[in-house]
């Protein structure tokens, strides 16, 4: 491996017709293994989360571990979970764009996919929390039938502004930034796959004015997205700190969601990317252990400061020092089956991560795949000791009532993941993986680096 990660690492000179053709390849040469990877995939989702879904709307939330005072579950585990995944994206593209970092271009497409995909499945779990998903309409801003205004006051309310927009621009900057390569892909392309792409690049024609345009128009959309990195999640975070209940009340949560976000964002990248390169090995040209050193560097420093925010989080409790915070944080860290989860979390996402110190882990393909499979591992985990854990804990001794979540929430939990590779899979097929024109620009064709 070691001098095979050596011929990685040497830049490769690729002219304008080789990397189209070998992004091409990714989303035309498709072979029957990766139909039935992807069918077997796409019958997963439908048995874990289509049809336990359906299940649960037929007999109604009953068939859920939801109870009285836990009201919120692994439903809004999960919506918090998907959030944090798409905050990388946005990251990567818009902020590594911001700053002028090259070696941002060949994972760039990959993690603004994983940012869209991530933010279908939030919308998804929002609608899987509500138990009737057709009453969906009295969260519109409208007086409906029950004569009732929202609250525009409450975190709720937040959400639907924040994640609304969020997932309004992603759309917008994914689409902008792949104008160019669809204008490239066309002339590669036959049948439906020609008439689509000329449809999508609206006619581009490569003229100096229109890349001036784009280029401009790519930095303000990367300036006006940079803040919702930091807003979205936060706002997320104020949905439990601007409660009364102990485990809740954290000013610190707005920073801690957010390291934690981008924490197991830049875990899920890199999970896609290694499977990527694993299915399509002419990647390896362009995702190369390089960004792998890079993205390690990422993840050791978020590591680190979600620990100290952890600790921050856990020490505020004490010093707070009311019954109600003291008996939260004895049952969050002293009883079981909580201790062992959270001392599991405490691994996956604090011990584990600080072998990323030495740069031969960080080069190492197979030894990033399985931290990061860990550190997603350990940030549902914390997401998880967050919210159901810190109401079934809720004051006066007679509300206390244990949560355990049942085989629905289980299910469904898991057919997410299951859902999410399927439409990976899929969009990589319809949309370039790998944008072809920011990875010329990273090759040095047409001019050199130092050129203008």
């Known amino acids: 491996m070691s001098n095979h990660g050596h011929d990685e690492e040497t830049k490769v000179r690729v002219d304008f017709k080789e990397v189209n053709r070998d992004i091409f390849s990714v989303m035309t040469d498709t072979g029957p293994r990766y139909y039935v990877v992807m069918a077997l995939f796409a019958m997963a989702a439908v048995g874990l989360f289509i049809l336990p879904w359906a299940y649960q709307i037929y007999n109604g939330q009953g068939v859920t571990g939801l109870n009285v005072p836990v009201v919120w579950g692994v439903y809004l585990v999960n919506f918090v979970f998907w959030v944090g995944v798409a905050h990388a994206g946005t990251l990567i593209s818009a902020m590594l764009f911001i700053t002028k970092t090259p070696w941002r271009r060949a994972i760039a497409r990959s993690a603004e996919s994983m940012t869209l995909l991530a933010l279908f499945l939030v919308t998804l779990f929002i609608f899987i929390h509500m138990g009737r998903p057709w009453n969906f309409y009295w969260t519109f801003p409208y007086p409906n ?4 205004w929202l609250n525009f006051q409450s975190p709720i309310m937040f959400d639907v502004f924040a994640i609304g927009t969020y997932f309004t621009s992603s759309v917008v900057f994914l689409y902008f930034g792949m104008i160019p390569d669809f204008a490239a892909l066309k002339h590669h392309a036959t049948g439906w796959r020609k008439q689509l792409y000329s449809v999508l690049s609206v006619g581009w024609r490569g003229s100096d004015k229109e890349w001036h345009v784009h280029g401009k128009a790519t930095m303000f959309f990367a300036s006006f997205i940079m803040p919702l990195v930091v807003s979205v999640h936060s706002i997320v975070s104020w949905d439990f700190a601007l409660s009364i209940v102990p485990g809740y009340t954290k000013t610190v949560f707005a920073p801690y ?16 990317l290694t499977l990527v390169r694993w299915a399509f090995p002419v990647t390896k ?18 590591s680190l400061t979600w620990s100290y925010l952890t600790g921050l989080e856990v020490f505020t409790g004490i010093y707070a020092n009311t019954t109600y915070e003291t008996e939260h944080l004895i049952y969050k860290l002293a009883v079981s089956p909580y201790i062992y989860l959270f001392s599991l979390m405490i691994f996956c996402n604090t011990v584990l991560p600080l072998i990323l110190i030495l740069k031969k882990v960080r080069k190492s393909t197979s030894a990033m795949f399985v931290m990061c499979l860990f550190i997603i591992v350990g940030m549902w985990l914390e997401r998880y000791l967050i919210i159901p854990n810190s109401l079934s804990r809720k004051f006066l001794p007679y509300m ?20 999410f590779v399927t439409m990976f899979m899929v969009m990589i097929k319809i949309a370039p993986i790998i944008s072809p024109f920011e990875v010329k620009e990273d090759s040095g064709v047409p001019m050199e680096k130092g050129g203008h």
């Open 400 to 419: 206390w009532h244990d949560y355990m979540p049942t085989w629905v929430e289980g299910a469904i939990t898991i057919g997410a993941f299951c859902a």
């Open 145 to 148: 039938q029950r004569q009732l």
């Open 285 to 302: 040209k362009y995702i190369t252990l390089m960004h792998y050193d890079r993205v390690g560097v990422f993840i050791l420093v978020l």
């Open 257 to 272: 969601f957010v390291t934690g976000a981008l924490l197991s964002g830049f875990a899920g990248v890199i999970t896609m």
